[in-house]
């Protein structure tokens, strides 16, 4: 027994290594980049509230947020359409296409005026340029999930750990490029044009990575599976496919809500809100998203050994019972951050190392990519995108200052019932429509 396990796990790595694992490795990587592009509106949230809404309006950083959150609710309509054409014509080809439009967006916020040189057409301009981020993110990570899932032979759940791994490495770049910035120049400087060098540095970054990208060849499943091709998959998927989007939708929850509030809302939180030191919490961010990376990683190892299920569950109950107590340690102002940021992102690991995993096998390959990005898209559109915006509203309305944990114990909730539901369930994807 114990000779045919070590057998069968030295396939299994061989079956992830050479030109498979290169070939995730690069559709992960773009994922990286995109997801940099994406972050870094929210990461430097405090400075587009001062480049592109009125001096001292006192409602200039939710209305910032409020442009961030506009990307996340173009994803499903961007989810959809790379998802038509995914599931119709193959997986490679929107890779492309997404990474090269997000890398122009990107380079275009980077050099938008001013709302003091432009007024109101620099802000407008700056929500076109939000939606089209959206719009190619939408299709970014559900390729990459159906991607890799379809090229990790026996090894989908590392392989779907390895996209989020590289995913969170493209947060964490964007964590230390601003922490670089705000140790080399002034709070003017940043505010003046520290934010644009990060746009840059996406949009530049981005676009190598799409050369690299092109080298991609299609997956073995979706060559095998193109006969059955649908004319309209998006309609197929939620005509057939309805109750396996909204379980998709309340797996991928914890981790949506989660990680909109600690990427794109904490930073600002803890600067702006609580008035922690800004490099304190630059360097806290770093070490938090580090962690949870490898974190992560070793969850998404144990996906294909254990019921992913239960990955999911356990991070359910950590985020229901620790997201209140380590917002009002944050709420108090003398937390240790360098502590309680990483032990909050570590506890979020089985979800975001488990469900990528759990919503690609609730569809079979013909449908996958419509379903996979139906689920993300709505889920990280309404938690993800809203949540800043939301935390900022509850602290108004309540003058709570940890009023954010309601929100986390909400999702972790939702993700618990999902957990549960999953039981007994065949994730293997492969039934046909309709089943």
């Known amino acids: 027994m114990a000779k045919g396990a070590a057998t069968d796990q030295q396939a299994a790595w061989s079956d992830m290594a050479g030109g498979r694992w290169r070939m995730i490795t690069l559709a992960a990587l773009g994922g990286a980049l995109e997801y940099f592009d994406f972050i870094i509106f929210g990461i430097f949230a405090q400075s587009m509230a001062a480049a592109f809404f009125p001096a001292g309006d006192r409602l200039a950083l939710t209305l910032a947020l409020a442009v961030f959150a506009i990307g996340y609710l173009a994803r499903p309509i961007g989810g959809m359409i790379s998802s038509h054409f995914g599931d119709r014509y193959g997986r490679k080809r929107v890779f492309v296409v997404t990474l090269a439009l997000m890398s122009a967006c990107t380079f275009g916020i980077g050099l938008l005026p001013t709302y003091a040189s432009w007024g109101i057409a620099a802000t407008l301009m700056l929500v076109l340029l939000r939606l089209g981020q959206g719009l190619c993110i939408g299709g970014e990570l559900p390729g990459a999930i159906t991607f890799v899932v379809e090229s990790a032979g026996r090894r989908p759940g590392l392989a779907c750990g390895m996209v989020f791994a590289l995913v969170n490495a493209g947060v964490l770049l964007a964590a230390f490029v601003n922490l670089c910035l705000t140790a080399w120049l002034s709070p003017a400087a940043m505010l003046d044009h520290g934010w644009r060098i990060a746009f840059a540095i996406g949009g530049m970054l981005g676009l190598v990575s799409m050369i690299f990208r092109r080298s991609l060849e299609e997956t073995s499943t979706f060559l095998r599976f193109r006969h059955a091709a649908v004319r309209q998959p998006v309609r197929d998927v939620l005509r057939t496919?309805?109750?396996?989007?909204?379980?998709?939708?309340?797996?991928?929850?914890?981790?949506?809500?989660?990680?909109?509030?600690?990427?794109?809302?904490?930073?600002?939180?803890?600067?702006q809100v609580i008035a922690y030191d800004r490099q304190a919490v630059a360097g806290a961010m770093n070490l938090a998203l580090l962690l949870m990376s490898f974190s992560l990683l070793t969850a998404s190892w144990w996906a294909d050994r254990i019921p992913a299920r239960h990955l999911l569950m356990g991070s359910s109950v950590a985020l229901l019972f620790g997201a209140p107590v380590t917002y009002v340690l944050l709420a108090r102002g003398d937390a240790n951050l360098m502590l309680v940021l990483p032990l909050f992102a570590i506890a979020a690991a089985g979800a975001n190392g488990s469900f990528a995993y759990l919503i690609a096998g609730l569809f079979p390959p013909q449908l996958r990519f419509s379903g996979v990005a139906l689920s993300l898209n709505i889920s990280f559109t309404l938690l993800s995108g809203l949540g800043p915006l939301c935390a900022n509203a509850l602290i108004d309305a309540t003058g709570w200052r940890a009023a954010p944990a309601l929100i986390l114990s909400t999702v972790a909730l939702v993700g618990l019932g999902a957990s549960i539901a999953l039981a007994g369930r065949d994730l293997r994807g492969d039934a046909p429509p309709g089943a």
């Open 241 to 271: 496919r309805w109750r396996a989007i909204l379980l998709g939708c309340a797996v991928v929850a914890p981790t949506a809500g989660f990680n909109g509030l600690l990427f794109a809302h904490m930073p600002a939180y803890l600067g």
